[in-house]
């Protein structure tokens, strides 16, 4: 190891995909819904809920990528111990 021997570590390797900051699933959901309602129903008044909700999944993606995998996994686990 004193070789001087150095391999490089890409950080798309590392870090999670995220499209505009914020995960993709969410980010395609978050569009779904905002182009059926304003494209389908010709209801523009959900164009700023999603935006708002575009901005705090950003905020929350910024503080930690893997928010959103792991509230997925707390909402699927079964509950055992009941406090």
Known sequence: MGDGFVQ??????????????????????NGAIASAFAIGLHSFLILPFCFVIHV??????????YFFEGWQQYVRMKKYYYV
């Open 56 to 65: 705090v999944g950003r905020h929350l993606a910024k503080k930690d990528p």
């Open 8 to 29: 490089p570590i890409y950080r798309s390797l590392t870090e999670p995909i995220l499209i505009l900051g914020v995960p993709r699933g969410l980010c395609y959901l």
